[in-house]
């Protein structure tokens, strides 16, 4: 379903939906007859699944699946997207063209990032309403570049011509890739992007330490502050339970073992930053009018399904590096302890008494725990 994710998984996907599409199957059936191995298979049927794309019921001890929609995929789109004929007539020109200035100017042929970029500024310049939102490493179009594929030139306006030829110009003069996006963030002025480049750069540094995920912290509240807010229940809890880990670690875990632990940690925001672009590219795209939110809601469920399941198992994994929190050993701790857990539902009224004693009994012997003013429900 997603163009742009691992070849595998995209053949695997395809496989399952044309499998399913010619009737209902177990999944040893469907194994069979893609050929892909059965774990595999069970994997990405259970995403399916819970994307609500299948449906299942028991033969037996048999799993069966069902196809419960038609996606109608394009191997040739990000996310299986549809596009129209004359769209795309006219984005299969402009690759062609640019692919022949870049190599006319600079004697190499171009990256994808860097015919996306400027497919990007000439479609903002000659307001040729393309299908284009911001997604992992800036503006994309929906039809993807292919370097080895051979684009036909439908014929483009001598406006868009010129355009065409002054981007390239001046997007040729980068040497690398990554200069062309930090120019098209900074031209654009994406303080989004361009925050999370300054995460990664530090989460990549070699001088990686504890000071360095106490700034990370810092600028990822300020990343999900600007994220996309019409994401679903599990998108924002994800988010909070993100910040939530991050001060686990810092609060919990050593300078040492911070920096073992530096590719989780960074792999970890990647997975997240994936989630975030998803549902950013998702609503530009839905914005910008080019699709409804029906149909990018049908062809984007599996990604960001399979994509929460991956935050889940890898932020598992670094929670589970942090020590349970050990109760106090003060006396007076376990007292209030003590007193508390004998109190049963309470009415109003009982409540109020309660948090009477219990306001004597700091006068006696200090600051009562928070901690378990909140376990008791009191607070």
């Known amino acids: 379903m997603c163009y742009m994710g691992k070849s595998s998984t995209h053949k695997i996907l395809r496989g399952i939906i ?36 299948l449906g299942e019921t028991k033969a037996g001890k048999m799993r069966v699946f069902t196809l419960k929609t038609q996606l109608g995929l394009r191997d040739d789109t990000y996310f299986g997207l549809p596009l129209d004929e004359k769209k795309e007539k006219l984005i299969d020109s402009l690759y062609m063209i640019i692919r022949k200035i870049w190599l006319k100017q600079t004697k190499r042929q171009p990256v994808q990032i860097q015919v996306q970029k400027a497919l990007y500024k000439v479609n903002k310049v000659c307001n040729l309403n393309l299908p ?49 996006k930090l120019r098209q963030y900074e031209e654009e002025k994406k303080i989004f992007y361009l925050l999370k480049e300054e995460i990664l750069r530090i989460l990549y540094s070699c001088n990686f330490s504890q000071k360095s995920l106490y700034v990370i912290n810092r600028k990822v509240k300020e990343l999900f502050s600007m994220s996309p807010k019409n994401g679903n229940e599990t998108y924002f809890e994800i988010l909070n339970e993100y910040l939530d880990l991050i001060i686990g670690l810092l609060t919990n875990l050593d300078e040492n073992k911070l920096k073992e632990l530096q590719p989780e940690i960074t792999g970890s925001f990647e997975d997240v930053w994936k989630l975030i672009a998803l549902y950013n590219f998702k609503n530009d795209l839905l914005q910008g009018g080019f ?28 929670q589970s590096l ?10 007076n701790y376990k007292k209030i302890k003590s007193i508390l857990s004998k109190v049963k539902a309470l009415n109003e009224e009982e409540s109020k008494k309660t948090k009477r004693e219990l ?21």
């Open 322 to 331: 942090i020590p349970p929190e050990e109760e106090p050993k003060d006396p």
């Open 132 to 180: 284009i939102g911001w997604y992992l490493f800036g503006a994309l179009c929906v039809k993807p570049y292919d370097s080895t594929f051979t684009y036909n030139d439908y014929g483009l306006r001598p406006d868009v011509m010129v355009c065409v030829k002054e981007v390239v110009e001046e997007y040729a003069t980068d040497q690398f890739a990554y200069q062309t």
């Open 359 to 379: 306001n004597n009994l700091e006068k006696e012997i200090g600051v009562v725990n928070k901690k378990l003013i909140m376990e008791f429900g009191l607070d």
């Open 18 to 53: 044309n499998s399913l599409s010619k009737g209902s199957k177990s999944i040893n059936e469907v194994a069979h007859e893609t050929g892909f191995d059965r774990i595999s298979i069970t994997k990405y049927l259970e995403i399916l699944k819970d994307s609500n794309i």
């Open 291 to 318: 699709y409804t939110k029906e149909v990018l809601d049908k062809h984007f469920i599996f990604d960001i399904t399979q994509q929460e399941r991956e935050i889940v198992e890898r932020c598992s994994y670094l």
